[in-house]
């Protein structure tokens, strides 16, 4: 019974993480997509917010939880640009993805640092408490 009662503070630090990954990434995609209406760049910003949004509620760190933003917000990041930047030649997402790789190089070092930040900043705050900050 212990078990059960220890384990279930885990499980809604989880559930939190994931609720504010998904808020995150909803802000981040809608602001992304006003941006690029402006006539601005800014693929690295909705895999940021889902880290922000899931390390921000997120009470105790999960390293596997951490992953799954990262990869998230990779994928995110890909969607949002075929969203709102599709090819000309065809739109479809499935052509996007065979053709992925002929992006310009600014376009995929944005993608992957979104990618990364979704990772970095779903740490939480204790990663910044355990390095001293």
């Not at 499980?11 to 995609?29: D, H, M, N």
């Not at 940021?48 to 917000?73: H, I, K, Q, T």
Request: hydrophobic fraction near 55%; charge should be positive.
């Amino acid at each position: 019974m212990e078990g059960t009662i220890a384990a279930r503070p885990r499980y809604t630090s989880l559930l939190l993480g994931l609720l504010g990954a998904g808020l995150g990434g909803l802000v981040g995609y809608l602001a992304f997509g006003w941006l690029a209406r402006q006539g601005l760049y800014a693929a690295a910003l909705p895999g940021a917010l889902l880290g922000l949004g899931c390390g921000w509620l997120m009470r105790e760190r999960s390293l596997p939880l951490c992953v799954v933003c990262g990869v998230a917000a990779l994928g995110l990041g890909i969607f949002s640009e075929w969203s709102f930047m599709p090819f000309i030649a065809d739109g479809s997402f499935r052509y996007f993805m065979a053709h992925l790789h002929l992006l310009q190089p600014i376009k995929l070092f944005m993608l992957s640092l979104g990618g990364f930040f979704g990772f970095w900043f779903s740490l939480g705050r204790k990663r910044l408490a355990s390095a001293g900050m």
